[in-house]
């Protein structure tokens, strides 16, 4: 991807400053990961077994632990080094919720922790076609994400999509294998777990929204979670829906007393348990209030 600024007269094109060192991207990531990723850091080089993980952090929104890996060598299989990692932490669960609590001083359980949501990530200035091809699976718990410096220390981060026609990675994962292990307990969710068994006209209502919703900024994705859907900027959610029976509920991730909305459609569940990230709750059963629900969710974009 190419950045460009805009001169008077016509487009100039930023140079790339590469990283020189892959600590230098793991000091970005560990000193900005709030913020770019929506991820808690919880340990850096994090040694377990053995085996050193560069950044140890924990996603609230799905209630797991994340790996991030950060790479500037492209002859490495992120596939097998991916499901290592994976292996590793589920074979050694009251490690990593040991570390959590001391190193953040708090009171996690285990039972707390969703170890089907468990992921790794990658990040690099580049990821070869075989890398890319290898982690093209719907449902594989390993994730790619391009980060770029440029001149004018401009910064671009890139998760990398799957394709609509990426397959299981159950169709290769064999017996017995540390693979087969992995893929049998970390669930990755998809859009289609949420709206199997659901009428046409929920599906439909789905569809309207997230369309409308995904339309409301470039770049702008979808993230499946075990009982939710998030949508997300940049990598951080700004809103999350349940799929129901014969309806949708939204959550608003947004702090209570910061949502400006003067028909007082959305309910405060700052203080009541709730899937979704934010304190706002709006439930939709038809398209009829679609703009001002709309004018809602984009305050926390």
Request: glycine share 4%; hydrophobic share 40%.
């Amino acid at each position: 991807m190419n950045l460009y600024k805009a001169g008077v007269k016509k487009l100039e094109l930023l140079k790339e400053t590469p990283f020189k060192l892959e600590r230098e991207i793991q000091n970005l990531f560990e000193q900005n990961l709030t913020q770019v990723t929506g991820l808690e850091m919880v340990k850096s080089e994090f040694v377990i077994k053995g085996k050193r993980i560069d950044t140890l952090a924990y996603d609230a929104s799905s209630n797991a632990f994340v790996i991030l890996e950060y790479k500037r060598d492209k002859n490495v299989s992120v596939v097998d080094q991916g499901f290592t990692y994976l292996s590793l932490m589920l074979e050694n669960k009251a490690d990593f919720v040991l570390t959590y609590n001391e190193t953040l001083n708090k009171n996690l359980h285990s039972s707390k922790v969703d170890w089907s949501q468990t992921r790794v990530v990658f990040v690099s200035p580049s990821f070869t076609e075989n890398q890319r091809l290898a982690t093209n699976f719907k449902d594989i718990a390993i994730e790619l994400w391009e980060i770029k410096r440029y001149e004018n220390d401009l910064i671009s981060i890139t998760p990398i999509k799957k394709t609509r026609a990426a397959e299981s990675i159950k169709t290769v994962a064999q017996k017995g294998t540390e693979m087969k292990s992995v893929t049998d307990e970390i669930k990755v969710y998809s859009e289609e777990d949420h709206l199997l068994n659901k009428s046409d006209d929920t599906i439909e209502l789905f569809q309207t929204y997230k369309n409308a919703i995904l339309n409301l900024k470039d770049d702008l994705d979808i993230k499946p979670k075990k009982q939710e859907i998030g949508f997300t900027n940049k990598g951080k959610i700004f809103t999350d829906v349940c799929i129901l029976k014969n309806s949708l509920k939204f959550w608003i991730n947004l702090k209570k007393g910061t949502l400006d909305d003067p028909k007082k459609v959305a309910r405060d569940v700052a203080t009541i348990g709730h899937w979704g990230n934010g304190d706002y709750e709006v439930v939709v059963s038809n398209t009829e209030n679609l703009e001002y629900v709309l004018f809602l969710i984009k305050q926390a974009l």
